[in-house]
């Protein structure tokens, strides 16, 4: 009779334990699959372009399982007003962290700056004409390099003046247009402060133009020494093969 009273507790327990852990299981999904709110980019507004600073009216609130929400997802639409967007956010999708700019950016600006997540960079504004600005062609994400001409004061009571030419900055990138697209009336380019200062002083005792770079390129290339009038001369006079334009080593074979 023991025996049997045994058998029907154990039986009584499994049971009981199968039951438990039916209703664990259930409860787990669930959770797993419960709605939860998520800022999306409001699907009636359209995407949110990059470097554009949120508005109330650019974000909703939807309903995703938890499941699907990843770490760094926002579920408050007031925890993303008021930032700047570092890539576009496609309509419907839901926003987080990676999509908007580094804290502490406080305009626009700075956040196309901060994004290089260069500490040494600073925003700098060249001014350009319609020929040093390449007619207004420059489009922001640009590189460029920037090219000082001014004329130094030269000779023992430096009262003659040296016409100097330099790269003063390589590869920089153009993050913002001054003026109109057609007319502008400069850019602004990422620089560390010694190259603003550089560029600053070529302002104004001479002129700044800038190359652009092609989509793929050789950074050294613009690793130059400064022009000078005796470099110049002596340069040319070495290798009367420069004048002719073109590639150095097509006009050498074609001197032989």
């Known amino acids: 009779m023991k025996g ?26 669930i ?73 502490g950016a406080k305009s626009i600006l700075s956040a196309k700056v901060s994004e290089k997540k260069d500490g040494s960079l600073r925003g700098f504004p060249i001014p350009v004409d ?15 390099d920037v090219i000082g001409a001014l004329n130094l004061p030269a000779g023992p009571m430096k009262s003659n003046k040296e016409p100097v030419s330099k790269i003063l900055a390589a590869g920089v990138e153009i993050i913002g247009k001054i003026g109109s697209k057609e007319q502008p009336a400069g850019y602004i380019v990422n620089l560390t402060p010694k190259q603003a200062q550089d560029v600053q002083f070529a302002l104004l005792n001479g002129k700044i133009s800038f190359a652009v770079y092609p989509f793929e390129y050789d950074l050294k290339a613009s690793d130059t020494k400064p022009t000078t009038t005796e470099s110049f001369i002596f340069q040319y006079l070495a290798n009367p093969s420069l004048i002719q334009g073109g590639n150095s080593n097509e006009n050498a074979n074609s001197n032989q």
Do not use: C, W
């Open 4 to 29: 049997k009273n045994s058998g029907s507790i154990f039986f009584m327990l499994s049971i009981i334990a199968a039951v438990g852990a039916a209703f664990l299981f259930t409860k787990a999904a």
């Open 31 to 103: 959770t797993y699959n419960q709605l939860v709110p998520v800022v999306v980019a409001n699907p009636s507004k359209g995407d949110i372009p990059a470097f554009h600073v949120i508005q109330a009216e650019d974000v909703t609130v939807a309903m995703a399982p938890r499941s699907e929400i990843k770490k760094g997802t926002y579920k408050n639409i007031n925890g993303v007003i008021g930032k700047a967007t570092r890539t576009l956010i496609p309509a419907g999708e839901k926003i987080s962290t990676k999509h908007l700019v580094v804290e």
């Open 130 to 144: 319609m020929v040093s600005g390449l007619g207004g062609a420059l489009e922001i994400g640009d590189k460029v």
